[in-house]
């Protein structure tokens, strides 16, 4: 046996030698999308032509810097950085880059004896996402008689306007297109009745912008514009990791100052872990800003979530802002999630330690925060303005708010500031069960229901229907008005699901109770006007909690929800904190 001296030396000997030896020196590329060459050595007086072959060419500690310019081309990202070493792809300063899912069409022919109708003939692109078990191609998902058109992946687009798609030749009128894929023939009636020669025409043949392969780790991306892209719903153009997130996925991407939108359906899909996005926009896209599926101990840093599920997809199924599942530890930290059709943010099944905290969220179309079956969900110090008032009367399905906890555990929503929303604060509950992430596949669902919960010093103003809203359909407060539940024994009491409510601010619309205590439809359903109240019916705590006329906001009309000198909600600690 030789003496562990002898192993001592040897290991220092190795460290001494690996000292010696000279640092690999990190190499910097260029990509020009004009005037670059892909034979070419990729530096700055000789540039690469596309960034597939840039991407390609970096090893750990190497940057590539993107010109000016669109680039029309899927990207593969199949290996990455280290922790110490990442590798960059960022755009040269003040450049305007874009990567694009489309091209450009041309050749146009007018259609004889129509108005304004020109057809591209050779059009050689279809984009099923299944095929059913007659062999017939899928081409919308969902695959509902809802969702047949808003389903398709195709998107053509006139001077950077999207053309509505029709489903038949006859159909077709100013302002829309046809792709007619039995006989690879592609129609367009321009809005102006002009003949698209003279216009730049896209349409998106590629369903994704960047996609990673296992070890596409440790990846700095800064300053991309990424528009168009022919994917379906629940399939981002941009996509870290596999559709579900199970394998080996990526870890530590840094994303920055990069802009998703316009997709057909989410702009990305988001697996790994440690991953950052900072300053992002995930804007304009058919289904969603973004999805993640176990997308671990992530964070999204003064993004902007705007203006998503712009082809109506269904919001009872999967459309909105955003939507997390099967992920611990997802936060939001300084975004502003606005006027998506569909909840703001949304996590669904399964989540656990989330944090939304110092975002501005206003008019989405359903809740702002949506916490679904899910476990642990910090809000705090978040501005949750006119969320789940479309329409006429306050729209949303029922239990919709500024915060909806629907089926969920253990979670604290303190020092929030709500106006406006339809609920403030919602508790959703009906029988409900989830995977949890660390199951193993094929594991048994686990049942969820809303209990553990933390309600605190929160500003709670002028909602359209309740600013506390416990949306209980149980059996506890008697069975639905269909009978389907006559026969089946009461559900939990809530008084025993430790649910607090402490030292809340609310301020009620004239004529509108404070409080909505079981859904509305149960027999035993109460809608009680004071905490005291409340507390009575309920048996819950509401220590501290006030209800008064006007919480002294500066100037809620004008956006202005800071609070007076002497505004109540100084002297309770309640809202919002500034940082």
């Not at 279809?126 to 047949?148: M, Q, V």
């Not at 941009?238 to 802009?259: A, K, Q, S």
């Not at 406006?420 to 992430?437: K, S």
Request: proline fraction near 5%; aromatic fraction near 8%; glycine fraction near 10%.
């Amino acid at each position: 046996m030789r003496p562990r001296f002898f192993f001592l030396a040897a290991a220092l000997a190795a460290v001494s030698l690996r000292a010696a030896l000279p640092a690999v020196a990190a190499t910097t590329y260029h990509t020009a999308a004009a005037s670059g060459a892909d034979t070419q050595a990729g530096t700055a007086a000789a540039p690469f032509r596309t960034l597939q072959r840039g991407v390609d060419a970096l090893k750990p500690g190497d940057t590539l810097l993107v010109g000016p310019g669109i680039y029309r081309e899927r990207i593969t990202v199949a290996h990455g950085g280290t922790k110490t070493a990442p590798v960059t792809i960022a755009a040269l300063p003040g450049a305007r880059v874009i990567v694009t899912g489309a091209d450009r069409v041309s050749g146009w022919e007018k259609v004889a004896g129509e108005d304004a109708v020109f057809v591209h003939d050779g059009w050689n692109f279809t984009f099923p996402i299944n095929r059913r078990p007659d062999g017939t191609l899928e081409l919308s998902h969902p695959d509902d008689k809802r969702h047949e058109l808003i389903g398709r992946a195709e998107q053509v687009i006139a001077g950077e306007r999207a053309l509505r798609q029709v489903l038949q030749k006859s159909q077709i009128a100013p302002g829309t297109f046809f792709a007619d894929l039995a006989a690879k023939k592609l129609y367009v009636w321009l809005a102006t009745n002009e003949d698209p020669n003279g216009q730049e025409m896209e349409a998106s043949t590629r369903s994704e912008w960047l996609v990673t392969e296992p070890g596409a780790n440790y990846v700095r991306l800064r300053g991309l514009t990424f528009r168009y892209a022919a994917n379906h719903a629940q399939r981002g153009a941009f996509r870290l990791g596999n559709d579900y997130g199970r394998g080996e996925n990526p870890t530590g991407w840094t994303v920055e100052d990069c802009v998703f939108e316009r997709a057909n359906g989410p702009g990305a899909s988001l697996a790994g872990s440690g991953h950052v996005f900072r300053r992002c926009a995930f804007t304009d896209n058919g289904q969603l800003g973004f999805g993640a599926n176990r997308c671990h101990d992530s964070r999204m840093e003064n993004c902007l979530i705007a203006r998503n599920n712009t082809k109506n997809y269904d919001t009872g199924w999967e459309a909105g802002g955003c939507k997390v599942t099967l992920s611990r530890g997802f936060v939001f930290d300084g975004c502003r999630a606005v006027d998506n059709r569909g909840p703001g943010i949304w996590y669904d099944i399964g989540n656990e330690k989330s944090e939304v905290k110092n975002c501005h969220v206003e008019g989405n179309d359903e809740a702002g925060i949506f916490y679904e079956i899910s476990y642990g969900l910090h809000a705090h110090d978040n501005v949750i303005v006119n969320n789940a008032n479309r329409g006429e009367s306050p729209g949303g399905a029922w239990g919709m708010g500024g915060v909806t906890l629907s089926s969920s555990e253990n979670c604290v929503v303190e020092n929030n500031t709500f106006a406006f929303n339809r609920d403030g604060v919602a508790l959703r509950e009906a029988e409900r069960v989830t995977p949890r992430i660390d199951d193993k596949p094929g594991a048994a669902e686990v049942r969820i229901f809303n209990k553990n919960h933390v309600v605190r010093g929160n500003v709670i103003a002028y909602s359209q229907a309740f600013n506390v809203a416990l949306w209980m359909d149980t059996t506890f407060f008697g069975p639905h008005p269909s009978g389907g539940d006559k026969s089946k024994p009461a559900s939990e009491d809530p008084r025993t699901l430790n649910l607090r409510f402490e030292n809340n601010l609310l301020a009620a619309l004239p004529g509108r109770p404070n409080y909505l205590y079981g859904a509305s439809w149960r027999p035993k359903s109460r809608q009680p006007l004071t905490p005291a109240a409340f507390a009575e019916v309920s048996g819950m705590d509401v220590s501290g909690s006030r209800a008064v006329s006007d919480p002294g906001f500066k100037d809620a009309r004008a956006g202005d929800f800071s609070l007076l000198p002497a505004a109540p909600a100084r002297t309770l600690g309640a809202g919002a904190r500034v940082r």
